[in-house]
């Protein structure tokens, strides 16, 4: 039964997910402990700097057993399997704890307050450009696959050789260099002008920072996404009910996108679907390049100033979101694709 196979499916899910946190905890244990203890050390002193009616001896002792208080709090006063346990159970809950440098938009230093304004840029960029790139390429690809070995076919698997390897960051200069410098109708990078309007303005000033990055990724993108349609749609096209629904007179438009995309519909979806999936944690230099304020460049920044409470946010959400993806992606696939079996015996 369908229930069966999803709940089996989401328990996979979770067991990975607690998997690789556990992995990413123990990764990170002991930079993080630096920075705690160093944080320890800072808070202390702090607090001793305020009291000025204290001998030096109660100084000292205060400091012994504050530090001791914090470090039991903390829990670094127990056996290092039971702190990365904990530490794990803390990121699973998604208590990040704050940050060591790196503050919100409003001066928190909670991470999850940071991950969280990264987050929706991330998946504002890539979900439109991806969106915007399933159109064309599997339009272009039905194109191609109609008419195999045509001008069109040709002329785009050219194209496709070209342009598909190139790095996302090499074209991305490039596009800044034409349309910010030299024509000046897009600006370089960026979410928002300075300082951002207000009203529908705001809306508008977000779509136009958002077309040269989107621009670049779809530029990228489409032409391998046409590629692989093509070839998905020009196997289908020689199957035998393909060739009974067009000796029945069926209009050729209805057998391309009736029969044969319902067909192709899910190796598609889970090429689309992937390359959202593989686009969640944003991309490094891609995102610092447009000056984009998403987990991509989130990472980096934390990257150059050590705040690891931030890497471990920003690698527990990333990963969380892929893996619910890949749940969610065999869950439509089971859907989508009658022969497969997702429950029961033979």
Request: charge should be positive.
């Amino acid at each position: 039964m369908y229930w069966k196979y999803a709940l089996k499916r989401v328990l996979y899910g979770l067991l990975m997910y607690a998997i690789l946190v556990f992995v990413f905890s123990a990764l990170f244990n002991t930079v993080m402990e630096q920075t705690l203890r160093a944080q320890i050390e800072e808070q202390v002193r702090s607090e001793t700097m305020r009291m000025t009616n204290r001998s030096a001896q109660q100084m000292q002792d205060y400091v012994v057993v504050r530090k001791a208080e914090l470090y039991s709090l903390y829990r670094l006063d127990r056996p290092v399997s039971e702190r990365v346990l904990w530490r794990t159970w803390d990121t699973l809950t998604f208590n990040f704890g704050n940050s060591t440098l790196i503050r919100s938009a409003d001066g928190s230093r909670s991470v999850w307050r940071i991950v969280s304004e990264a987050i929706p840029n991330t998946l504002l960029l890539f979900t439109v450009s991806i969106f915007v790139d399933i159109i064309i390429g599997v339009w272009l690809g039905l194109k191609k696959a109609q008419k195999a070995g045509g001008v069109l076919d040709k002329s785009t698997s050219v194209g496709t050789m070209v342009v598909f390897g190139m790095p996302s960051w090499w074209l991305g200069m490039l596009l800044i260099m034409f349309f910010a410098y030299t024509i000046r109708i897009f600006p370089s990078g960026g979410l928002h002008s300075t300082p951002p309007p207000e009203g529908i303005a705001y809306f508008f000033d977000l779509i136009y920072h958002l077309v040269l990055p989107v621009l670049t990724l779809v530029v990228l993108g489409f032409w391998g996404r046409a590629f692989l349609t093509r070839n998905i749609v020009l196997g289908i096209l020689q199957e035998d009910y393909i060739m009974a629904a067009r000796a029945r007179g069926i209009p050729e438009r209805k057998i391309l996108y009736g029969h044969t995309m319902r067909t192709a519909a899910p190796p598609i979806v889970t090429m689309s679907l992937l390359a959202l999936l593989a686009s969640v944690s944003g991309n490094i230099v891609f995102e610092g390049i447009f000056s984009w304020p998403g987990m991509g460049n989130l990472y980096w920044v934390a990257l150059q100033q050590n705040d690891v409470p931030v890497l471990m946010g920003n690698l527990a959400v990333t990963t969380g979101l892929y893996i619910g993806g890949l749940v969610i992606l065999d869950l439509i696939y089971g859907l989508l694709d009658p022969r497969i079996k997702v429950g029961g015996k033979a």
